[in-house]
Structures are given as C-alpha cells and as structure tokens.
C-alpha cells in the first residue's frame, strides 16, 4: 500500500512542479507581451510549486517508511 500511496504522491508532485513552471512561463509571456514590470514571483505560482515539493517530500518519507518497515520484518 505504501509502495502505491508513495509513488503517486511523487507522480502527483512532479506533474505540480511542472505544471508551477509553465504557469510562471506564462505569467512571463503576459509580462514581456504587455510591456509592463507585472508580478512574477505570484502567490499562485509560489503555493503550487511549495504543493509539489511537499508532495514529492510525502512520496519519498512513504517508500522511506515502507522500507523502513520491511528491513524489520525480515
């Protein structure tokens, strides 16, 4: 169960990671588009990037305590 819940957790927060940096790509094309100073470093970019890290953190400390528990067992 572990081994599941842990990748998909990591799958979930690489497609994160990725999907923060085509949003701030994005906001970059409006920028560079409109000519203005506009803001970058969003709130809405900075959450989704810190989800996913988070998200890849949970994946990892899962297998980690899967491992963990069948070194134990044996």
Not at 30 to 57: K, Q, S
């Amino acid at each position: 169960m572990r081994l599941t819940v842990g990748t998909a957790l990591i799958l979930a927060g690489l497609a994160i990671v990725v999907l923060a940096q085509m949003n701030l790509s994005a906001q970059m094309d409006r920028v560079d588009r409109d000519g203005t100073a506009g803001n970058l470093f969003a709130l809405d970019v900075f959450w989704l990037g810190l989800a996913g890290v988070v998200a890849i953190a949970a994946g990892v400390g899962a297998l980690m305590a899967r491992r963990r528990g069948a070194g134990t067992s044996a």
